[in-house]
């Protein structure tokens, strides 16, 4: 019995990090996790690794086969290692404790993963702005902010992110599902930022003001956009013409200009609009709403843009004036047709 407690016994130490092994050749092994050194190479694709066995693991993935099942559910697996930690998702054992805070993990690695929430390591590092980041994953959807690479791509209409929750969220403008509601008004909304943008509708809470003029804004997003109407900043560029805007959602729509996208239709008549608040604006010549009404008159109009046109009706209001003799017009319109008389 004595033997076997000897034979079991962690003698072996690695200089680096002090980690125990029970034979040296495990030390030899682990410390090509910290010079880098990977002597094994597999024949068919070249990937390198640190040990026999891990060449032997990965040519499973070129062979497919997998020759470890679980017993409970038949699942297969390429390695014994792997089947004893899936194991695990029966048995709801978690060995590898925290010591700072006491979660559990089924995973040693998971467990030296979080560790770094509580030692502030940040081992990854971008070679091209020097952030840093506690998970590799991080530093790998941290690059495509520099590569621009997008590998998830919606099968409806073809659009791609560089998240794929990103993607997730926006499945949902075609499956029309709108997951968050409110009880305030019952409306739903597909997205969670939207939803809580909406409640300060309610609310009339804006806590974000303008140094310059006053103006407040519900969002910071929204006053970093209007903080750009003083500063005159328009970072967007479109890379066909030049032009340039100060909202990325502007450069977007601009963009349909160029390749003729015209995404929004009409499921009555058919037409297409580049805009979806253009199709909102259509529709109405089908159903007939005017929710937009003169407080002078009652009239009533289906634009906005219409109604304010229409005020100047009561004000008086002349914006348009000719260069010439200074002639003021309530219409643009007549504006164009009086300059021809100078002409």
Not at 160 to 175: A, D, R
Not at 258 to 265: F, L
Request: one cysteine or more; proline letters at 4%.
């Amino acid at each position: 019995m004595n033997i076997k407690l000897n034979a079991g016994k962690k003698r072996y130490f690695c200089e680096v990090c002090g980690s125990s092994f029970t034979n040296k050749q495990g030390v030899i092994i682990h410390m090509r996790t910290h010079t880098g050194e990977k002597p094994y190479s597999c024949e068919i694709c070249g990937s390198s690794f640190t040990s026999k066995s891990g060449v032997f693991i990965h040519m499973q993935t070129h062979t497919g086969e997998k020759p470890y099942s679980c017993e409970v559910c038949g699942s297969s697996f390429r390695s014994k290692q792997r089947v004893i930690i899936h194991m695990r998702t029966h048995t709801g054992e978690r060995p590898y404790s925290c010591e700072v805070c006491g979660l559990s993990f089924t995973q040693k690695q998971h467990m030296l993963q979080h560790m770094r929430t509580h030692t502030g390591e940040k081992r990854y590092t971008c070679e091209i702005c020097s952030s840093s980041f506690t998970y590799k994953r991080s530093l790998v959807s941290h690059m495509r902010t520099h590569t621009g690479e997008k590998p998830y791509s919606c099968e409806v209409c073809g659009r791609s992110f560089k998240y794929n929750p990103s993607l997730v969220i926006h499945m949902q403008s075609h499956t029309g599902k709108k997951p968050y509601s409110r009880e305030v008004c019952s409306r739903s909304f597909t997205y969670k930022h939207t939803m809580f943008k909406h409640m300060q509708t309610h609310t009339k809470e804006k806590p974000y003001p303008c140094e310059v003029c006053g103006l407040s804004f519900t969002s910071n997003c929204d006053l970093v956009i209007h903080m750009r109407t003083h500063t005159g900043e328009k970072p967007y560029s479109c890379k066909v013409c030049g032009s340039s805007f100060s909202r990325k959602y502007d450069l977007g729509i601009h963009m349909r200009t160029h390749t003729g996208e015209k995404p929004y239709s009409c499921e009555i008549c058919g037409s297409s609009f580049t805009r979806k608040p253009d199709l909102v604006i259509h529709m109405r010549t089908h159903t007939g709403e005017k929710p937009y009404s003169c407080e002078v008159c009652g009239s009533s109009f289906a634009r906005k843009s219409t109604l304010v046109i229409h005020m100047r009706n009561h004000t008086g209001d002349k914006p348009y004036s000719c260069e010439v003799c200074g002639s003021s017009f309530t219409y643009k319109r007549n504006m164009f047709q009086h300059m021809q008389t100078h002409t």
